[in-house]
T-cell receptor
């Protein structure tokens, strides 16, 4: 079985500050890991994915995440927050091989001017 | 990435009625997934639909309530039957392709009154 835990249902940062959204995973097989973003009243958009290649993954909109097996973590970061980053972010895990994706509970990011 | 068209985008339905949601993909895919996102919640997998076989339902979801069709490799429907206000959610279909990973439709926002 696979699962992800997102620490912090709400995170607030000032515009221009570092964004750090935490995700820890549990998996019995080498995982595929994802970060998705959901803007208000919109669908899910893939930010980035880890599929056992480079441990530092760069995504869209300046986001990146680092896979740390020793810490079972896949935290999402962005050096400088923009107002447009305000959204809900979901960490997700899959065993790959066309199998289902399991989502975390989500973290709502608020960016303060 | 794969393009998914989901219809309707939103609907308001009377309790006791049924709604069929359509998901059309721009390319052939083996597996399609149906998720539910209840208000303020994360995404929960309802079922996995393979072409030519019965859908596989997750714990807590049954075929009588959420019948699924998968007539070909580019199309699937999810029906929400005998609706109650508790069924008010966003319903999303998702596909996975080896080259693009997991892609989600924009969702169907269902309100049951």
């Amino acid at each position: 079985a696979q699962s992800v835990t997102q620490l912090g249902s709400h995170v607030s940062v000032s515009e221009g500050a570092l964004v750090l959204l935490r995700c820890n995973y549990s998996s019995s097989v080498p995982p595929y890991l994802f970060w998705y973003v959901q803007y208000p009243n919109q669908g899910l958009q893939l930010l980035l994915k880890y599929t056992s290649a480079a441990t530092l993954v760069k995504g869209i909109n300046g986001f990146e995440a680092e896979f740390k097996k020793s810490e079972t973590s896949f935290h999402l970061t962005k050096p400088s927050a923009h107002m447009s980053d305000a959204a809900e972010y979901f960490c997700a895990v899959s065993p790959g091989g066309y199998q289902k994706v399991t989502f975390g509970t989500g973290t709502k990011l608020q960016v303060i001017p | 990435s794969a393009v998914i068209s989901q219809k309707p985008s939103r609907d308001i339905c009377q309790r006791g009625t049924s709604l069929t949601i359509q998901c059309q993909v721009d390319s052939q895919v083996t597996m399609m997934f149906w998720y539910r996102q209840q208000p303020g919640q994360s995404l929960t997998l309802i079922a996995t639909a393979n072409q030519g076989s019965e859908a596989t339902y997750e714990s807590g979801f049954v075929i009588d309530k959420f019948p699924i069709s998968r007539p070909n490799l580019t199309f699937s429907t999810l029906t929400v039957s005998n609706m109650s206000p508790e069924d008010s959610s966003i319903y999303l279909c998702s596909v996975v392709r080896q080259d693009y990973g997991y892609t989600f439709g924009s969702g169907t926002r269902l309100t049951v009154v």
